[in-house]
């Protein structure tokens, strides 16, 4: 069954510096999306990225954050200067059309020291 | 303000009994109600989606009613199973960019 992957599985960085978190979606969709998960708190929506370009995005996609679709198979997320607030589950999800199901991937915890 | 609240937030219950969670919201514009499963350290897994125009709709043992004018919702689990151990999330799309998640509610199934 295909599935949406993602790496690092965990990613440990010092504040201010610059992470790439890297999805690889199910091959024939469209909509892809990133999301965060704060320890103990509810998930948050942060992009949403369809046809090379970000379609929505929330208050917390701020100019530290940037998305990219480098190759016709992965889907990256950058955190320019990381703060110790951005850490985090970062949950990459796809789907086929804007009102499918989402897939998510397994995630991939980030801990900013 | 747009809110998704569930209740419990946290269940124990017997392996094989069955069980209600709840989900009330506020969101507004309503496109749509989703309710998701995730494990611990997982990304959550799609159960029902739901549609202003849909009352009820079936995935297996789970069972999701929407109520779309008293604005709530329920996920009923039949028939618990230990691997039904997981936090129910309940997500609210109104655009794209308002997706609303709720705080889950926990449930934990004992043998």
């Known amino acids: 069954e295909p599935e949406v992957t993602q790496t690092p599985s965990h990613q440990v960085t010092q504040m201010g510096q610059e992470v790439i978190l890297r999805c690889v979606p199910i091959?024939?969709?469209?909509?892809f999306y990133w999301y965060r998960q704060i320890l103990g708190q509810k998930v948050e929506f942060l992009v949403s990225?369809?046809?090379?370009?970000?379609?929505?995005k929330s208050e917390i996609f701020d100019d530290q954050f940037s998305v990219e679709r480098p190759d016709g198979s992965n889907f990256t997320l950058k955190i320019r200067s990381t703060k110790l607030e951005d850490s985090a589950m970062y949950f990459c999800?796809?789907?086929?059309?804007?009102?499918?199901?989402?897939?998510f991937g397994p995630g991939t915890r980030l801990t900013v020291l | 303000k747009n809110q998704v609240e569930q209740s419990p937030q946290s269940l124990i219950i017997l392996e094989g009994k069955n069980c209600t969670l709840q989900?009330?919201?506020?969101?507004?514009?309503?496109?749509?109600l989703r309710w998701y499963k995730q494990d611990t350290g997982r990304g959550p897994v799609s159960l029902t989606i739901?549609?202003?125009?849909?009352n009820t709709k079936s995935n297996g043992r789970y069972t999701a009613t929407l109520d779309a004018d008293t604005k709530q919702s329920s996920l009923h689990i039949t028939a618990s199973q230990l691997s039904d151990s997981a936090s129910y999330i309940c997500?609210?799309?109104?655009?794209?960019?308002?997706?609303?998640f709720g705080s889950g509610t926990r449930l934990s199934i004992r043998p």
């Open positions: 990225f369809y046809n090379n370009e970000i379609s929505e």
């Open positions: 091959s024939n969709h469209l909509y």
């Open positions: 997500v609210v799309y109104s655009s794209a960019s308002k997706i609303i």
């Open positions: 989900c009330n919201y506020t969101v507004s514009p309503f496109s749509n």
């Open positions: 999800a796809s789907s086929g059309s804007g009102g499918a199901s989402q897939f």
């Open positions: 739901m549609t202003f125009s849909e």
